[in-house]
C-alpha cells in the first residue's frame, strides 16, 4: 500500500485565477473524498466521489468541481479564486465505511 | 449551532499525564464516532473508530461514546511528547454519502 498522495504539495495562486489539485488514492479504495481545512479549523467536507460519480456534496459553491477517474485517482478544481479559498485541501480515500486514509494536503494560497 | 462542538484548547500537560479530550455534537443521526490526530503539516491520521454508545481501548488510547448526552470523550494516559499534536474529533451518520463531520480540533502539547 501506498497510501494517499497529492500533489502539488504547496501552491500560490491570484484571485480570480483557476487551480486543479490531485490526489491518488490508496491501492483498492473506490472511494474519494475531499476536505478544506482553514487555518485553526476542522476539516469542511467539500464532495464525495464513488467509482467515478459524486456521491454527496458539501456547502461549496458550483465553481468547486471535481472528477474522479477509471483507476481511483481524483481531481478538485476551483474556478475564480477567492481569498478565502486559501487553505489546505485534503484528499481522503477509503473502501468501505470504517474510517479513511488522508493525504498530507495541498496548502493553497491565493493572494 | 454547529453540529459538532470541540473545546478548542489549547492544552499543555506534563509526561506521564492523563489527558481527557471532548466533543459534543447535536445531530442524532450520527452512529460513527472518529478521532484523528494531526501533526503539522500533515493530514488527520485515524486513531480511534467507534460505533454507537460505548467505550474502545487500544493501548494508551481509551474512546467513550455517549449518545444519550451526545457527547464523546477520548482518554490519553501516559501522555508522551510524541502524542504532542492537533485531536479532532469526526461522525457520520448511517449510510448516506459518509460525509465527515469534524469539532474543530485541540491541540495538545506533552512537556517532557
Known amino acids: 500500500e501506498t497510501g494517499v498522495t497529492q500533489s502539488p504539495t504547496h501552491l500560490i495562486k491570484t484571485r480570480g485565477q483557476q487551480v486543479t489539485l490531485r490526489c491518488s488514492s490508496q491501492?483498492?479504495?473506490?472511494?474519494v473524498s475531499w476536505y478544506q481545512q482553514a487555518l485553526g479549523q476542522g476539516p469542511q467536507f467539500i464532495f464525495q466521489?464513488?467509482?467515478?460519480?459524486?456521491?454527496g456534496r458539501g456547502n461549496f459553491p458550483p465553481r468547486f468541481s471535481g472528477l474522479q477517474f477509471p483507476n481511483y485517482s481524483s481531481e478538485l478544481n476551483v474556478n475564480a479564486l477567492e481569498l478565502d479559498d486559501s487553505a489546505l485541501y485534503l484528499c481522503?480515500?477509503?473502501?468501505?465505511?470504517?474510517?479513511?486514509?488522508f493525504g498530507s494536503g495541498t496548502r493553497l494560497t491565493v493572494v | 449551532q454547529k453540529e459538532v462542538e470541540q473545546d478548542p484548547g489549547p492544552l499543555s500537560v506534563p509526561e506521564g499525564a492523563i489527558v481527557s479530550l471532548n466533543c459534543t455534537y447535536s445531530?442524532?443521526?450520527?452512529?460513527?464516532f472518529m478521532w484523528y490526530r494531526q501533526y503539522s503539516r500533515k493530514g488527520p491520521e485515524l486513531l480511534m473508530y467507534?460505533?454507537?454508545?460505548g467505550n474502545k481501548e487500544d493501548g494508551r488510547f481509551t474512546a467513550q461514546v455517549d449518545k444519550s448526552s451526545k457527547y464523546i470523550s477520548l482518554f490519553i494516559r501516559d501522555s508522551q511528547p510524541s502524542d504532542s499534536a492537533t485531536y479532532l474529533c469526526?461522525?457520520?451518520?448511517?449510510?448516506?454519502?459518509?460525509?465527515?463531520?469534524f469539532g474543530k480540533g485541540t491541540k495538545l502539547t506533552v512537556n517532557p
Open positions: 445531530n442524532s443521526a450520527f452512529q460513527y
Open positions: 466521489y464513488y467509482r467515478e460519480e459524486e456521491n
Open positions: 481522503a480515500s477509503s473502501s468501505d465505511s470504517y474510517g479513511y486514509t
Open positions: 467507534t460505533y454507537s454508545s
Open positions: 469526526a461522525m457520520r451518520p448511517l449510510g448516506g454519502s459518509e460525509k465527515l463531520v
Open positions: 491501492s483498492g479504495h473506490n472511494t
